[in-house]
């Protein structure tokens, strides 16, 4: 991923500044926009890069939304429990409506009355890569193999969907599968470095 400075215009919703090392970029790429103390903040990706992200959720109750960038949209699952790097666990995976692109490096609160109200954490985020030739053809099967490359989650991963909206979240045995509880062991933010409780005093 290439890390670039973005200035936005809440206004009109423009991109003004958008460059690094003598070079401009203007279109063609994926961003996902961050806010955090003061002026939105992008992260750029080349656009051979997927995105995915992981955000902490506490709303109604605490989960993890997982979304992948697909066909100029993030596709979003809520897993109560979190992902899990062993590969005995399944994780349940609900999903959920997708989520524009912009949304993607959120972290902060969302304000009461609004869809989703509470705490948001940036947990984790990279890139991802299928492993299907056809992406839309493995969900319609219900079966989503890829690899992630992020801060905390890396290697194998597959979706499988069992009923419904819901499906199964399971690491792939290779070497990055652990027994290690990445969610405890890695709470903080991969955006602040903050706790959930850091994030949440924003509201106070």
Do not use: C
């Amino acid at each position: 991923m290439l890390p670039f400075a973005v200035r936005w215009e809440p206004k009109n919703g423009r991109r003004t500044t958008l460059e690094s090392g003598g070079r401009s970029w203007t279109r063609g790429l994926s961003l996902l926009y961050v806010y955090y103390g003061g002026p939105m903040v992008a992260t750029v990706m080349d656009v051979a890069f997927l995105a995915f992200v992981v955000q902490k959720h506490q709303a109604t109750t605490l989960h993890y939304d997982f979304r992948l960038e697909w066909d100029g949209v993030l596709l979003s699952w809520a897993v109560p429990k979190g992902p899990s790097l062993n590969p005995a666990m399944k994780r349940l995976a609900r999903a959920v409506e997708d989520h524009p692109l912009s949304y993607g490096g959120f972290e902060g609160i969302i304000p009461k009355g609004q869809y989703g109200a509470g705490t948001v954490m940036l947990w984790d985020r990279g890139t991802w890569t299928p492993k299907e030739p056809d992406v839309a053809a493995a969900l319609a099967k219900g079966e989503l193999r890829f690899s992630l490359n992020g801060t905390k989650l890396h290697g194998d991963w597959v979706l499988i969907r069992f009923k419904g909206p819901s499906w199964l979240l399971i690491k792939q045995r290779d070497s990055y599968a652990s027994t290690a509880e990445v969610t405890g062991e890695q709470p903080f933010s991969v955006l602040s470095n903050r706790s959930m409780a850091e994030i949440a005093k924003e509201a106070s």
